[in-house]
């Protein structure tokens, strides 16, 4: 049986997660050519939590720079938000090959840079991006449609401090849904935008 190393985690001096220019931890090393951290506020109330970056995000070595990003703006522009007061980041760093879904292996070896991450940031109110997303920080299983629906999601690193989630449909699901979202996606969106303004609570807690 293979035994993985542990994990050297350093920090910048603001005390964000940094990942070193050489992980190899997991395969997705091999074809990638940016290793996407994550951006925004490091004091943010809002933090939000996707899959993995695509094939734009790679590339800049920023989170949701593609059309998912331009819909996820959209979003937070409909809620009062803006990208500079939130931070956004995703449950692996390194983009999954022809944009698929990270594995489970992946997906473990990323998690202590994401949990450093959130104990870094402190966010008062984590928002999942899709299923991936959703499962790995609540630990709870199905359709994205059942996440959804269950107003007691947390996230847990101290026992004594649960953060609240807030799921959402990710950007990309919404773009898959329909043209200038129209049909089907328009209640998905008006959906995520009267969630996303549920999150803006959080920023006036303390």
Not at 90 to 115: A, D, Q, Y
């Amino acid at each position: 049986m293979r035994h993985t190393p542990p994990l050297q985690v350093t920090y910048q001096n603001d005390g964000t997660q940094m990942i070193p220019d050489n992980c190899t931890l997991c395969p997705l090393h091999k074809e990638r050519t940016n290793i996407v951290i994550g951006t925004g506020d490091l004091h943010a109330a809002i933090m939000f939590v996707g899959e993995a970056p695509g094939e734009q995000e790679d590339l800049k070595g920023d989170p949701f720079v593609g059309p998912a990003g331009k819909l996820l703006d959209k979003l937070l522009h409909k809620a009062g938000l803006k990208r500079k007061d939130v931070f956004i980041t995703n449950v692996v760093k390194c983009r999954p090959p022809g944009n698929r879904e990270p594995t489970p292996e992946e997906i473990h070896m990323c998690s202590p840079f994401l949990r450093k991450q959130i104990q870094a940031i402190q966010p008062r109110v984590l928002v999942t991006l899709g299923r991936v997303a959703t499962q790995r920080l609540t630990f709870q299983f199905g359709a994205m449609g059942d996440l959804l629906s269950n107003p007691n999601l947390t996230y847990t690193y101290r026992e004594d401090a649960p953060i609240p989630v807030l799921a959402l449909y990710h950007p990309s699901y919404l773009l898959r849904q329909g043209a200038a979202l129209r049909g089907k996606a328009k209640p998905l969106f008006l959906d995520a935008v009267a969630r996303l303004k549920r999150a803006t609570e959080y920023q006036q807690v303390g």
